[in-house]
């Protein structure tokens, strides 16, 4: 089955700073990849995916990007604000599996003012 | 946006009763629902894929006779915690996908 490694597990940046999350998967067939944000006792949120058909997606100061021949996907939050602060979770899974997600071990990203 | 509701949010129960937490798409309907486990600091696992209509896939290591699942509609999956124990405490989260996954507001289980 479907295996997902993410790092680091702790980031700590100070405001303004980029911060750059890294996963790898390990099925060759998973063909999509969201991102998800996590505050303290809330559900995760859905902030970027990516299919496998695109290599780069970005949205405002958030991107994504894909290697499917390394199989690894990667998170960059530019010009970090506290906001910002929360765990980060990288998954991977099919489309056409309804949801199906497997998750990495997620990473807690602290903004310093 | 689509949105998926979980209840109760919190729960307290004595250890060796069962308790039952629902899963519902409010404004579309999902064939299939899924079902995770969070424990403190940790990520999320997924325990099984829930069917409507038809029995509920576990994932390895997930016994099915401790956490039955039933999806008897296309709005309501749910999950029942059958003879709770305090190794079963934890934060428990459905999904349903409609053009993505949408997550419920989960479900803390203390098993007292």
């Known amino acids: 089955g479907e295996n997902v490694e993410q790092h680091p597990s702790t980031l700590s940046v100070q405001e303004g700073d980029s911060a750059v999350i890294k996963c790898t998967y390990s099925?060759?067939?998973?063909?999509?990849f969201p991102w998800y944000k996590q505050e303290l006792g809330k559900r995760p949120q859905l902030i970027i995916d990516i299919r496998s058909n695109v290599g780069e997606k970005k949205d405002q100061r958030i991107a994504v990007t894909l290697n499917k021949t390394a199989k690894h996907f990667s998170l960059h939050i530019t010009e970090t604000q506290p906001e910002d602060s929360a765990v980060y979770f990288c998954a991977a899974g099919l489309i056409n599996q309804g949801g199906k997600l497997i998750f990495g071990q997620g990473t807690e990203l602290s903004v310093k003012p | 946006g689509a949105v998926v509701s979980q209840h109760p949010s919190w729960v307290i129960c004595k250890s060796g009763t069962s308790v039952k937490i629902e899963c519902r798409s409010l404004d579309f309907q999902a064939t299939t629902m899924f079902w995770y486990r969070q424990f403190p600091k940790q990520s999320l696992m997924l325990m099984a894929t829930s069917n409507e209509g038809s029995k509920a896939t576990y994932e390895q290591g997930v016994e099915k006779d401790k956490f039955l699942i039933n999806h008897a509609s296309l709005t309501l999956s749910t999950l029942t915690v059958t003879s709770a124990h305090p190794e079963d405490s934890s934060f428990y989260i459905c999904?349903?996908?409609?053009?993505?996954?949408?997550f419920g507001q989960g479900t803390r289980l203390t098993v007292v």
């Open positions: 999904s349903a996908r409609n053009h993505e996954a949408f």
């Open positions: 099925d060759s067939a998973s063909n999509y």
